[in-house]
Antibody, heavy 124, light 107 residues
Framework: EVQLVETGGGLIQPGGSLRLSCAAS????????MNWVRQAPGKGLEWLSV???????YFADSVKGRFTISRDNSKNTLYLQMNSLRAEDTAVYYC??????????????????WGHGTLVTVSS | AIQMTQSPSSLSASLGDRVTITCRAS??????LGWYQQKPGKAPKLLIY???SLQSGVPSRFSGSGSGTDFTLTISSLQPEDSATYFC?????????FGQGTKLEIK
């Protein structure tokens, strides 16, 4: 079964650091684009970051310079290192695999599956 | 960043009703849009990709249409299990951006 399981969330003080993990099963993170998305309490979804199989990475402006994305292929796990955390980073964090299919003018991309999420609370 | 404006933010409909949710992009995004369903406490689930392609295993009462800037998700005959929040996501370029969500309630 294709599955993602996030861990590492918790209560952290403002300015602190936290590393989230996303363990994959049923497929290899090494051969897929992998994303992080978050959802603040009662709010909509916010895309955060992607890592390509090439190693290229992209970030939302809201986390650029504070968050890094990486993977350990031997553990089949994706990571999100979060530094300089702020109250507004409080959210459920999801990892998701990105899949693509070519069509005439480009590529269709989508996120599937998603993990169940891990809650990060930034508060003193 | 591309802004996705989704409407309505909430709606209430009866079983068997036809329901339509729309997303408008702040610039043309070809067909690079997906629709996702999220139930409380659960991860989002892909329904539609490429604006109109139905994900495997998703009931055929769900359909998507549109291109460029205007997109629609339609549920042809509302079922009890369709009570959820629905989001669009543009995958035209990074940063990917979501619509604000539509909370669908069954009357």
């Amino acid at each position: 079964e294709v599955q993602l399981v996030e861990t590492g969330g918790g209560l952290i003080q403002p300015g602190g650091s936290l590393r989230l993990s996303c363990a994959a099963s049923g497929f290899s993170v090494s051969t897929n684009y992998m994303n992080w998305v978050r959802q603040a309490p009662g709010k909509g979804l916010e895309w955060l970051s992607v890592t390509y199989t090439s190693g290229d990475t992209y970030f939302a402006d809201s986390v650029k310079g504070r968050f890094t994305i990486s993977r350990d292929n031997s553990k089949n796990t994706l990571y999100l290192q979060m530094n300089s955390l702020r109250a507004e980073d409080t959210a459920v964090y999801y990892c998701a695999r990105e899949l693509s299919v070519k069509y005439n003018n480009g590529w269709y991309n989508w996120l599937d599956p998603w993990g169940h999420g891990t809650l990060v609370t930034v508060s003193s | 960043a591309i802004q996705m404006t989704q409407s309505p933010s909430s709606l209430s409909a009866s079983l068997g009703d036809r329901v339509t949710i729309t997303c408008r992009a702040s610039q043309g995004i070809r067909n690079d849009l997906g629709w996702y369903q999220q139930k409380p406490g659960k991860a989002p689930k892909l329904l539609i990709y490429g604006a109109s392609s139905l994900q495997s295993g998703v009931p055929s009462r769900f359909s998507g249409s549109g291109s460029g800037t205007d997109f629609t998700l339609t549920i042809s005959s509302l079922q009890p299990e369709d009570s959820a929040t629905y989001f669009c996501l543009q995958d035209y370029n990074y940063p990917y951006t979501f619509g604000q969500g539509t909370k669908l309630e069954i009357k």
